[in-house]
């Protein structure tokens, strides 16, 4: 397979399976060809970007909920710039919250997309161009 072939790969980490449903089908909407590797714990993430856990690719995008069990989004995302092989992986922070201050901690932190989780569907199913407009020319056209 080439390069140019390849499937885009995305982390998504968030412990709402109906909000990763809705990611999916945003990504499937906006007719992005990419794999979905799914960690719903903020333990979890905290092992995987700390490279405790099972190794996986390094993904093209981390979308990154803020509020998890365990570990926060702040705190994963933290481990992710202190961990060379995260640190330049672009994350998209998908949360509930709509504070100025979360939105200016993730801006310090280099997130290249604060989104507050849309209440309707259909505005959430719009995130899937926003997405693959953060993918850019990595984003493949299913």
Known sequence: MSQAAKK???????????DADLIR????????????????????AMALVRGKAKKVDVPDLAILDLNLPKYDGFEILAAMRSNPVFSKVPVAVMSSSASERDKERAAEMGVAQFIIKPAELKEFLETGMIIKSLLGDQAQVA
């Not at 089908?25 to 979890?44: E, H, P, Q």
């Open 8 to 18: 885009s790969r995305i982390l998504l980490i968030d412990d709402s399976p109906e």
């Open 25 to 44: 089908i945003a990504l499937r909407g906006a007719k992005i060809d990419c794999d979905v590797n799914i960690i719903d714990d903020g333990a979890n």
